[in-house]
């Protein structure tokens, strides 16, 4: 089903804040009423949300008219993290939840972070002939870079985990003629000791986050590897 309108944020990220708007564009020939109720910034697998101080408001959407509804908020009392933004629309009398489509980052301080590079080389024997070769981990300021090899080329889904918490995945990339793959994440602490990696076969059918109308068992292989201090 196709949505009667689209939304997307647009924003700079400045040292304590960010700014911006949310555009709302009408997406299919007819004009729509959409009142726009709220917005909040959602941390990418946790738990917190932090409301963005917006007034309630009431517009008019012209078939593929942008609207721009402006907000700004403080970030210097949220968590180190990922976070995205969401809001909450009456569209023509129904409650939508819309994505804003972008991200961004809370920086963890450099001193807890681990960086470089750590070679691993291990592989991973799934049900069915496929094998995922781990070959390398990249540590990063704000993120980790899993790089894969899955011998035949087959999507499969990573899964990690640090000290047995689990460690956000912020977006995955296949390339279904060499094999190779990369999955992004939130970055190793220096307070972790292990990180453990738990890989599947992809389901046949795939998702991706997308605006939803609101109302008032695959076998996993695994292993551990150490991080680089």
Same mark, same amino acid.
């Given at each position: ?5 689209? %939304? ?34 959602? +941390? ?30 403080? %970030?210097?009392?949220? =968590?180190?993290?990922? #976070?995205?933004?969401?809001? *909450? ?17 809370? +920086? ?16 991973? =024997? ?15 300021? =704000?993120?980790?870079?899993?790089? %894969? ?21 912020? *977006? ?10 990369? $999955?992004? +994440? #939130?970055?190793?602490?220096? +307070? ?32 551990? $590897?150490?991080?680089?201090?």
């Amino acid at each position: 089903m196709s949505e009667p309108i689209s %939304v997307r944020a647009r924003f700079e990220r400045f040292p304590a804040t960010v700014k911006g708007a949310f555009i709302i564009r009408g997406e299919d020939p007819n004009p729509h009423q959409v009142v726009f109720r709220e917005a909040r910034v959602v +941390a990418i697998g946790g738990a917190q949300a932090h409301p963005i101080a917006m007034t309630a408001a009431t517009l008019d959407v012209a078939p593929r008219r942008d609207v721009f509804v402006p907000f700004e908020m403080a %970030v210097t009392d949220m =968590d180190p993290g990922w #976070y995205e933004l969401e809001c *909450e629309l009456d569209v023509d009398g129904r409650p939508w939840t819309f994505p804003g489509g972008r991200r961004f980052s809370v +920086a963890w301080p450099r001193a807890t972070l681990r960086r470089g590079q750590v070679q691993v080389g291990r592989a991973i =024997d799934l049900p069915g002939g496929a094998t995922v070769k781990v070959e390398q981990i990249d540590c990063g300021g =704000d993120s980790i870079k899993v790089h %894969v090899l899955v011998t035949p080329p087959e999507p499969v889904t990573v899964r990690l985990s640090a000290d047995g918490g689990r460690l956000p995945v912020l *977006e995955s990339d296949f390339d279904a003629t060499s094999g190779r793959g990369k $999955v992004v +994440a #939130y970055p190793l602490l220096r +307070a972790h000791s292990s990180l453990r990696i738990e890989v599947s076969r992809e389901p046949s059918t795939s998702g991706c986050r997308r605006p939803v109308p609101r109302s008032r068992p695959v076998p996993r292989r695994s292993c551990g $590897v150490g991080g680089p201090r």
